[in-house]
């Protein structure tokens, strides 16, 4: 157990509609990152957010956003969802703020778009 | 731009046996290198990580790496493998800003009794 807990683990939901996951860091960590795991795209880095702030920008699609709320925890926004936007998305949770802090990773939430 | 090449998809491999998955990495500033395993149906673990110092890493579950500057390589061993090896292991190494982790392909290790 990484300490870091993600939900749902499980999402189906139709083209076009808006989801939410969120993720809540392990105690202490200060940086939450997004990532997205998919048989042709791999392991992509998302986003970024160190203490509440935005730090970071990856392959991020315009349609997604994300927050860090004060508690720490995470949501990231899905929206007008396309069948290729089916994958793993896990968040992970570092102390500092640079990639070189060791990550932990949640378990994922396994989104299936039909 | 940093990167990492994972050479190999899938690496099967009998049970008790050793193995080595290969991992290359393209860096322009201090060297950073992790290497994390993901088992089936979880979220990734970190396997061992190399900041600094010496060029030999252990990390858990019996594995080492072993970082080589002149080969630009880091690659991963175990003596001997158990069926419970079996899962995903990926390298990865930060960007340039050290904003992100830039992950491998991944390799599949397939341990068969």
């Known amino acids: 157990d990484s300490g870091v807990t993600q939900t749902p683990k499980h999402l189906i939901t139709a083209t076009g509609q808006r989801v939410t996951l969120r993720c809540s860091p392990r105690s202490g960590d200060l940086s939450v990152y997004w990532y997205q795991q998919s048989l042709d795209q791999g392991l992509q880095f998302l986003i970024q957010y160190y203490n509440g702030e935005e730090r970071a920008k990856g392959n991020i699609l315009e349609r997604f956003s994300a927050q860090q709320f004060p508690d720490l925890h995470s949501e990231l926004n899905l929206s007008s969802l396309e069948l290729g936007d089916s994958a793993l998305y896990f968040c992970?949770?570092?102390?500092?703020?640079?990639?070189?802090?060791?990550?932990?990773f949640g378990p994922g939430t396994r989104l299936t778009v039909l | 731009a940093q990167s990492v090449t994972q050479l190999d998809s899938q690496v099967p491999v009998f049970e008790e046996a050793p193995v080595e998955l290969r991992c290359n990495y393209s860096s322009s500033v201090s060297v950073y290198l992790f290497w994390y395993v993901q088992y089936p149906n979880q979220g990734l673990q970190l396997l061992l990580k190399y900041l600094s110092g010496s060029t030999l890493v252990k990390g858990i579950n019996g594995f080492e790496a072993e970082f080589n500057k002149s080969q630009t390589s880091f690659h991963l061993r175990k003596p001997s493998v158990h069926i419970s090896d079996t899962a995903e292991y990926f390298c990865a190494v930060p960007n340039t800003g050290f904003q992100k982790l830039v992950f491998g392909t991944g390799t599949r290790l397939l341990v068969s009794p």
């Open positions: 992970a949770s570092s102390l500092g703020r640079g990639a070189y802090n060791e990550q932990f």
